[in-house]
């Protein structure tokens, strides 16, 4: 069946570094581009970052700029997030999602990431 599984999340501390991975099944990934979205409690959702389906272009949230990076690899129906300099303001449930021109949107379940010392 469609769906996006991510994994990688946990406890890291501040300064510390995490990927998350977001691994897609039932669905032609190459044709879809992704993104990574996050909560913290009592927050709304908001977008972390995306990258087109190709790979060759991505965007991120200004928070997030020059400390995460999303990739991802059509080959293993994968999307990544790689998060650096983590802060405790980090600290969310981090969702992957697909889209699609035309298409319903994809969500994954999500992964939490605390960044405590």
């Known amino acids: 069946q469609v769906q996006l599984v991510e994994s990688g999340g946990g406890l890291v501390q501040p300064g510390g570094s995490v990927r998350l991975s977001c691994a897609a099944s039932g669905f032609t990934f190459s044709r879809y581009d992704m993104s990574w979205y996050r909560q913290a409690p009592g927050k709304e959702r908001e977008l972390v970052a995306a990258i087109t389906n190709t790979g060759s272009s991505t965007n991120y949230a200004n928070s997030v700029k020059g400390r995460f990076t999303i990739s991802r690899d059509n080959a293993k129906n994968t999307v990544y997030l790689q998060m650096n300099s983590l802060k405790p303001e980090d600290t969310a449930v981090y969702y992957c999602?697909?889209?699609?021109?035309?298409?319903?949107?994809?969500w994954g379940q999500g992964t939490q990431v605390t960044v405590s010392s």
């Open positions: 999602k697909a889209i699609r021109i035309g298409r319903s949107a994809i």
